[in-house]
């Protein structure tokens, strides 16, 4: 066989949305778009949605919304892709990185509590793997510290307290105490690019909850200003005859999302409750065939929590990072893609450069040494499923055998 760890799931659906897109003569941020954001709105119970070219976009116009800049502090998780703090660094801010807890792919709480100062602006969880951070916890300690909070602009203020930016790249569809990633932090951001759950190809969204005294509207409108240089019509009000005429009130960015993303997303729409659904069959599948190998995986469902399903993650226990490359190469000589989420970032040589040693965050360092992701995706079938458990199953035998003759030498 030949399993690719997740190519994108593209059907007649999504390519006559896009046919239909192209025949329209327009291609840029348009009607599909907004009606994508709509429909974002509605599945997150939310009043306002933007869609913008990816969720690094999303997260980094985020911060500059609320005011984040030099001599401001964000605490993110240190186990999480890069994204997740190199916005911190963009704006000028100070990338502040908390340990997970121990066996956790979250950060751990307690740790995080004892990093918040004054000049703490932001906290950016991260969803791994689709499942949601404990949010209760989260907001309970940022309420306990609003005594400590200094305010950077009238957003900030109106919230009153440190700013929780849900870095739900991996969460969408996800649910939390029954309510859905989106509805949870202050501000969240999705990722729909090419390997998620639901992709646009490229793209990523941010929607948000009320905040008392501010307008969902202007925070629309400011969105729109951030993501397109500042100016003050987007090329759709610009077409309308006698309206060609705008400002640029600030110098801005340019990260809006096309019509022709758009339509991939409302495609992947109409299928996203069928996709979800077989995504939790296949986790089952796995849970069901790796019971008593001697791995432990990831927990996708639970009374508390329902999660997206993005990334099915296991542990070879009580193994090294050899081990565990020794392991990645046999499953690939049957075929079978596998990947690794994440390097935690103390071990990549930008946040080296910054003084981040792995050394202080040895949970994250953990959970990596021995972490492997095995393909989940709605492409897999369930013979190919049972081949990767199979595989799986082989692959340690013949380790231990491996193990088993060196330790005879």
């Not at 400002?247 to 993303?261: H, L, Q, S, V």
């Not at 989940?376 to 499923?385: A, F, G």
Request: net charge negative; with cysteine; glycine share 6%.
């Amino acid at each position: 066989m030949n399993i690719q760890f997740s190519p994108p799931d593209i059907t007649d659906v999504e390519i006559n949305e896009v046919v239909d897109t192209l025949k329209s003569g327009w291609l840029t941020t348009g009607p599909k778009t907004k009606k994508f954001e709509n429909l974002i709105s509605m599945y997150t119970n939310t009043d306002k949605t933007v869609c913008l070219n990816s969720a690094t976009a999303a997260l980094e116009l985020t911060l500059r919304l609320l005011g984040v800049g030099e001599g401001d502090e964000v605490i993110t998780s240190a186990y999480t892709y890069t994204a997740s703090a190199s916005v911190i660094e963009h704006v000028g801010a100070k990338i502040i990185l908390v340990d997970t807890e121990a066996n956790s792919y979250h950060m751990d709480l307690k740790k995080m509590e004892n990093l918040i100062n004054s000049k703490t602006k932001v906290i950016i969880p991260v969803d791994i793997a689709g499942v949601m951070c404990d949010y209760d916890a989260i907001m309970e300690i940022l309420n306990n510290k609003k005594d400590m909070f200094e305010s950077r602009n009238e957003i900030q203020k109106q919230i009153g307290r440190i700013t929780v930016l849900a870095d739900a790249a991996h969460s969408f569809g996800a649910k939390y105490n029954g309510k859905k990633s989106g509805e949870v932090a202050d501000f969240t951001c999705f990722s729909f690019h090419a390997v998620k759950n639901l992709t646009t190809g490229e793209g990523g969204a941010v929607t948000w909850k009320d905040i008392p005294g501010i307008s969902n509207e202007d925070i629309y409108k400011e969105y729109m200003l951030l993501s397109l240089h500042g100016q003050s019509k987007d090329a759709l009000e610009k077409t309308r005859l006698g309206s060609w005429e705008y400002d640029i009130a600030y110098p801005a960015y340019k990260c809006n999302m096309t019509d022709i993303m758009a339509a991939i997303g409302l495609g992947q729409f109409k299928r996203y409750p069928q996709m979800l659904s077989r995504r939790k069959e296949i986790v089952e599948l796995y849970n069901n065939g790796l019971a008593i190998t001697g791995v432990s995986f990831l927990n996708h469902f639970d009374s508390e929590f329902s999660s997206s399903a993005h990334l099915y993650l296991i542990r070879l226990l009580e193994k090294d990072q050899n081990y565990r490359n020794s392991f990645i190469e046999l499953m690939s000589q049957r075929g079978i893609a596998t990947n690794v989420h994440y390097k935690p970032l103390p071990l990549h040589s930008a946040y080296q450069k910054m003084g981040f040693k792995i050394e202080d965050f040895p949970n994250a360092l953990g959970m990596y040494e021995n972490g492997v992701s095995l393909p989940l995706h709605t492409r897999l079938t369930n013979e190919e499923v049972e081949y990767i458990i199979d595989s799986v199953k082989e692959c340690l035998e013949q380790l231990k055998l491996i193990e088993s003759i060196q330790a005879s030498i």
